[in-house]
């Protein structure tokens, strides 16, 4: 099994500043494509996930340019240049390239 | 847009067998695979399995002898069954639309409103 590991696990911050969250795989999550097969979802409060970016950095439809992924192979990030109190919830790396899994979670909270 | 509607029995007791249903409303249901996930009180979420419209399935290894995920591609629709139920099965069931054709990935881009799931004798 791929393990993903997230840091932090909490995350305050205070609106209009920027957060970035960092997740780390057991193993390269690069596809022989060329593409890495991580994805950043957001659960927001009471709510189903939502697809935030998919292949480590292409934003998924309707989010915000705010919202970026980086990274490759084992190391990706999900950075967010100046949160917005909309921005609330846990956010989760998953990794699709042998079955499924999903970091931990980040709980983002406004400071 | 596309919406996914699941429902199934939301109580249930030690040893039973848990059965939910997706429906896909307003898309293609053969190009797409179709997953389930579910979420422990206060918990992060959890892989169960995955379908094609073909039926050819992936499962979460440590859920494999107990999970069976089918599909009903003429009415857009595929289930999960989960058998013999502890209280650590209790969570949010999701269904969710995996953009995953041939060996390109674009995510899970829709998901279902979520089931609450509960084993209790």
């Known amino acids: 099994d791929i393990v993903m590991t997230q840091s932090p696990l909490s995350l305050p911050v205070i609106p209009g500043e920027p957060a970035s969250i960092s997740c780390r795989s057991s193993?390269?999550?690069?596809?022989?494509?060329?593409?890495?097969?991580l994805d950043w979802y957001l659960q927001k409060p009471g709510k189903s996930p939502q697809l935030l970016v998919y292949l480590g950095s292409s934003r998924a439809s309707g989010v915000p340019d705010r919202f970026s992924g980086s990274g490759s192979g084992t190391d990706f990030t999900l950075k967010i240049s100046g949160v917005e109190a909309e921005d609330i919830g846990v956010y989760y790396c998953?990794?699709?390239?042998?079955?499924?899994?999903f970091g931990q979670g980040t709980r983002l909270e406004i400071k | 847009q596309v919406q996914l509607q699941q429902w199934g029995a939301g109580l249930l007791k030690p040893w039973e067998t848990l059965s939910l249903t997706c429906a896909v409303y307003?898309?293609?249901?053969?190009?797409?695979?179709w997953s389930w996930i579910r979420q422990p009180p206060g918990k992060g979420l959890e892989w169960i399995g995955e379908i094609n419209h073909r039926g050819s399935t992936k499962y979460y290894p440590s859920l494999r002898s107990r999970v069976t995920i089918s599909v009903d591609t003429p009415k857009n629709q595929f289930s999960l069954r989960l058998t013999s139920l502890t209280a650590a099965d209790t969570a949010v069931y999701y269904c969710?639309?995996?953009?995953?054709?041939?060996?390109?990935?674009?995510?899970?881009?829709?998901w279902g409103q979520g089931t609450t799931v509960t084993v209790s004798s």
């Open positions: 998953m990794q699709g390239l042998q079955g499924i899994t």
């Open positions: 307003g898309g293609s249901f053969s190009d797409y695979h």
């Open positions: 193993q390269s999550l690069l596809h022989s494509n060329g593409y890495n097969y």
């Open positions: 969710a639309r995996v953009d995953r054709v041939g060996g390109d990935y674009y995510g899970m881009d829709v």
